[in-house]
């Protein structure tokens, strides 16, 4: 019901944007939710739109770099990355929240989750 794409490798410096297409039965109430696991380490809030106003969050590592954005036609969320660095390196999924919550950050509010897509970030 989540298909993220766009991963791949970008040099640093680089940029990419990820896709997250969703089937899900009542799309208004969501949260849309971009996370990343990078091996050995647990997987890491990046960014989160409530689909009903548009507001936007971001974790402190991808402030100013990332920018999360949607495609209301095509039920798509999209995350545009910029000045990859090599510790952006990670597998990227994306997430839904049906019931919305205010925890945004946290993984336990999410109920689907997409299959990740990896981005590698050479030096």
């Known amino acids: 019901q989540l298909q993220a794409s766009g991963g791949g490798l970008v040099q640093a410096g680089g940029r990419l944007r990820l896709s997250c297409a969703a089937s899900?039965?009542?799309?208004?109430?969501?949260?849309m939710g971009w996370f990343r696991q990078a091996p050995g380490k647990e997987r890491e809030f990046v960014a989160a739109?409530?689909?009903?106003?548009?507001?936007?969050y971001y974790g402190d590592s991808v402030k100013g770099r990332f920018t999360i954005s949607r495609d209301n036609a095509k039920n798509t969320v999209y995350l545009q990355m910029n000045s990859l660095k090599p510790e952006d390196t990670a597998v990227y999924y994306c997430?839904?929240?049906?019931?919305?919550?205010?925890?945004?950050?946290?993984?336990?509010?999410?109920?689907?989750w997409g299959q990740g897509t990896l981005v590698t970030v050479s030096s």
């Open positions: 899900l039965p009542t799309f208004s109430r969501y949260t």
């Open positions: 997430a839904a929240d049906l019931h919305g919550s205010s925890r945004y950050e946290a993984t336990s509010n999410y109920q689907y």
């Open positions: 739109m409530r689909w009903s106003t548009g507001s936007t």
